[in-house]
C-alpha cells in the first residue's frame, strides 16, 4: 500500500490564540475555514508544501472535538494518510487485526473517502485513511442544454493531447498534476467539443481538428477521433448540409482544423457545404502573418479554402451573429480570441474557447503557456468570472476532457465549478 501524509489535524480551543501562533508567529497562510456541520467542527487549513496542518474548532459543546478536548487537552488529534484504494487499505488493515472505527469508507470533504483507524491500533494515534475523489470519466457524449429559445448541443470533435506544463503556463507540476494525470510524455487529455447552436439558424462554433491530418501529426498530438465531429454531428441529428453558419473563436488548429475536409480528388475544400464562415479579422490577419512563436498552432489549409470558396465574413467588431448570439473578444491567448456569448429568455451561456479551456484552468494564474498576452488572458477571465457568477452563466469548457458544461459559483472566497446537468 502506497500512502503519502495528506494533513495533521490539531484540535484548537482558543482559535485566536492557536492563529496568532500558526499564522503570525510561524508567518504560514491560512485557508478559508470550512464548516463540517455534520461533526460541530469548523477546519482551518494551512497548506506546507505536500501536506497541510488542520486546526479543528469545535462548533458546538456536543461536537466530538470539544470531548476530546475536555478529556485529554488541545494538541494533537489525528494524522490523514492519502491512499489510492481505501477499500482495499480497510481490507488489508482488517485481515490483518487492526481495529477499525470505519469498516466502510464514508463521504469526506470534496468528493473523498475517509474512515477512521483507532488509535489502539496505530499506537495511540488516531488515522485517517483518506482517498481522494476519482479523477471524473472522459467523455465524447452529446449534451443537450435549452437556454430560452435556443438549443445548445455540445458535440465531440475526440481527443488530443498536449504538453501539460504548457497548458497549466506558471503553475509548478505538483500543482497541475493533482488535477490531471499526464502520460509517460507529461502529455495531458484534451478534448475538443465544438458547440451546435439551433436557433433562428444553426450554428456551428469551432470545428475541432477535422481529418486532414497524417500520422505523425497524430503521433505527436495523441489524437484519439475514434468518435468524431461526424459522428456526434449524426447523433445530434445534424448532417453537414445542415450547418448554415460557422463561428471560428480563433483559428489554431484544434478548433479550425475541421472547417475544411479533403474532397476524393484531394483537394482541400470547405466542410459545410452552405455554411457562411465568421472569422474575426484581427485573428485572419494575425493567421496569414504567423510569427516563428505562433506557427505552429496555424495550419493554412485549414482556413485559406475558405477564402478561395467565397464563403468567408471577416468581423471587424463585437457584434450579434443570429439573434441571441454574439460574439466577443477576449484576447489574451492570442490578440484577437473571442468568446460567443448566447442569451435568451433572460438566461445566459457562454463558449469561452481557450480563455478557460478546462475546468482544471480555474483559478486565476491556471494560464496556457501558449497565451501570446497572459496579463490581457488574466484581466477577461477577471472580468468574466464576475460576470459569470452574477448571472449564473451556463460555461461551455471546450477543452475539458469530463465537463463540458457547469456554472461557476463562488463560496467562502473560493471558486468551483458545478457540472451542468442536461
Ligand atoms: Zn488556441
Ligand atoms: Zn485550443
Not at 462548533?59 to 487537552?73: F, H, L, Q, V
Not at 448554415?244 to 476524393?264: E, K, N, Q, Y
Not at 433572460?346 to 478546462?358: H, K, R, S, W, Y
Not at 452563466?393 to 456554472?407: M, N, Q, T
Amino acid at each position: 500500500m502506497k500512502a503519502v501524509l495528506d494533513h495533521v489535524g490539531i484540535a484548537v480551543k482558543d482559535l485566536q490564540a492557536a492563529l496568532a501562533f500558526y499564522r503570525d508567529a510561524l508567518g504560514l497562510a491560512v485557508e478559508a475555514p470550512e464548516e463540517v456541520a455534520s461533526q460541530r467542527v469548523r477546519a482551518h487549513f494551512i497548506p506546507v508544501g505536500e501536506s497541510k496542518l488542520e486546526l479543528l474548532e469545535a462548533t458546538a459543546t456536543d461536537s466530538a472535538i470539544a470531548k476530546y478536548i475536555e478529556k485529554r487537552g488541545p494538541g494533537l488529534h489525528h494524522i490523514t494518510l492519502r491512499v489510492d484504494d481505501i477499500h482495499a487499505a480497510l481490507a488489508q488493515l482488517k485481515q490483518r487485526g487492526a481495529r477499525l472505527v470505519d469498516e466502510q469508507p464514508r463521504p469526506g470533504a470534496e468528493g473523498s473517502l475517509v474512515a477512521f483507524i483507532h488509535p489502539s491500533s496505530a499506537h495511540g494515534v488516531l488515522v485517517e485513511l483518506k482517498q481522494q475523489r476519482a479523477a471524473p470519466r472522459a467523455t465524447s457524449h452529446v449534451t443537450r442544454y435549452t437556454l430560452g429559445e435556443l438549443e445548445l448541443v455540445s458535440v465531440s470533435d475526440g481527443f488530443f493531447r498536449l504538453d501539460g506544463g504548457a497548458m497549466f503556463g506558471v503553475v509548478p507540476k505538483p500543482l497541475w498534476e493533482k488535477k490531471t494525470t499526464p502520460d509517460d510524455r507529461n502529455r495531458i487529455l484534451l478534448a475538443m467539443r465544438p458547440l451546435v447552436v439551433r436557433g433562428v439558424r444553426t450554428m456551428l462554433i469551432d470545428a475541432g481538428l477535422g481529418d486532414k491530418d497524417d500520422q505523425k501529426f497524430h503521433e505527436i498530438y495523441g489524437v484519439d477521433r475514434t468518435r468524431n465531429l461526424d459522428h456526434t454531428l449524426a447523433e445530434a441529428g445534424l448532417a453537414p448540409e445542415d450547418i448554415d453558419i460557422v463561428v471560428a473563436t480563433h483559428l489554431h488548429f484544434d478548433h479550425a482544423g475541421g472547417f475544411t475536409t479533403r474532397d476524393s480528388n484531394g483537394r482541400v475544400r470547405p466542410k459545410f457545404p452552405r455554411a457562411q464562415y465568421v472569422v474575426r479579422r484581427g485573428e485572419w490577419d494575425d493567421a496569414l502573418q504567423a510569427n516563428e512563436r505562433n506557427r505552429a498552432s496555424y495550419i493554412p489549409d485549414n482556413y485559406l479554402p475558405l477564402a478561395e470558396a467565397g464563403v468567408l465574413q471577416l468581423v471587424d467588431d463585437d457584434q450579434t451573429i443570429m439573434p441571441g448570439v454574439k460574439v466577443r473578444r477576449t484576447g489574451g491567448h492570442n490578440r484577437h480570441h473571442q468568446m460567443v456569448i448566447m442569451e435568451s429568455g433572460g438566461e445566459t451561456a457562454a463558449f469561452v474557447a481557450d480563455l478557460v479551456p478546462t475546468t482544471a484552468h480555474l483559478g486565476e494564474p491556471w494560464i496556457m503557456g501558449y497565451d501570446l498576452y497572459p496579463l490581457d488572458t488574466l484581466a477577461s477571465k477577471k472580468a468574466f468570472y464576475k460576470e459569470a457568477v452574477e448571472k449564473d452563466i451556463l460555461v461551455f469548457f471546450e477543452h475539458d476532457p469530463a465537463i463540458a458544461a457547469g456554472y461557476i459559483r463562488e463560496e467562502n472566497g473560493k471558486r468551483r465549478v458545478v457540472p451542468a446537468l442536461t
